[in-house]
T-cell receptor, first 116, second 114 residues
Framework: AQTVTQSQPEMSVQEAETVTLSCTYD???????LFWYKQPPSRQMILVIR??????QNATENRFSVNFQKAAKSFSLKISDSQLGDTAMYFC?????????????FGTGTSLTVIP | DSGVTQTPKHLITATGQRVTLRCSPR?????VYWYQQSLDQGLQFLIQ???????AKGNILERFSAQQFPDLHSELNLSSLELGDSALYFC?????????????FGQGTRLTVV
């Protein structure tokens, strides 16, 4: 079975600073996908960034980037130049292909507060 | 807008009652997933359907049931409701297995049991 672990329940960062959220996962699959979702106070689930396991290059989306270490099964999210709007719960997710529908596994989340 | 529609957005009901939550997936998506999120908690996976058939089951109570219809919309039925069932219920959808995309989430249905 796949598991996703986020070991930081809560984090805070000063506005304009950089913060890194950790995520590790356990799987025997070789081909899979990893995601970071953001859930702001509105509770909407918003995709932040995605990474294909077969790609060695780390994904980047504007101020958001990941450090993907496949051998270590680690997938951390770096937020640069933190903004107040980044305050949210962040969920790490793992997706594997399955013949009967892709399966998703979510971590327990990290609550990030950006301090003015 | 993710393209996933959930109705109703809010629901208030009494203990012991039964409710039905509805989800319309993105056009063409075959998989539907249901999640429960209690206050300040993570996402608890309930159940997954693929093209009308149940494919995976998580921590879904026996009082809860779901189905996916031929037009691919899905309903989650919650019966004999208890106060602890108060939560945000999310539906998500994703395409065929050969399409490598994320799960797309609806806005959720906030259920309050009083």
């Amino acid at each position: 079975a796949q598991t996703v672990t986020q070991s930081q329940p809560e984090m805070s960062v000063q506005e304009a600073e950089t913060v890194t959220l950790s995520c590790t996962y356990d799987t025997s699959e070789n081909n899979y996908y990893l995601f970071w979702y953001k859930q702001p106070p509105s509770r909407q689930m918003i995709l932040v960034i995605r990474q294909e396991a077969y790609k060695q290059q780390n994904a980047t989306e504007n101020r958001f980037s990941v450090n993907f270490q496949k051998a270590a099964k680690s997938f951390s999210l770096k937020i640069s130049d933190s903004q107040l709007g980044d305050t949210a719960m962040y969920f790490c997710a793992f997706m594997k292909h399955w013949r009967a529908g892709n399966q998703f596994y979510f971590g327990t989340g990290t609550s990030l507060t950006v301090i003015p | 807008d993710s393209g996933v529609t959930q109705t109703p957005k809010h629901l208030i009901t009494a203990t012991g009652q039964r409710v039905t939550l509805r989800c319309s997936p993105r056009s063409g998506d075959l998989s539907v997933y249901w999640y429960q999120q209690s206050l300040d908690q993570g996402l608890q996976f309930l159940i997954q359907y693929y093209n009308g058939e149940e494919r995976a089951k998580g921590n879904i109570l026996e009082r809860f049931s779901a189905q996916q219809f031929p037009d691919l919309h899905s309903e989650l039925n919650l019966s004999s409701l208890e106060l602890g069932d108060s939560a945000l219920y999310f539906c998500a959808s994703s395409p065929r297995t050969d399409q490598n995309t994320e799960a797309f989430f609806g806005q959720g249905t906030r259920l309050t049991v009083v």
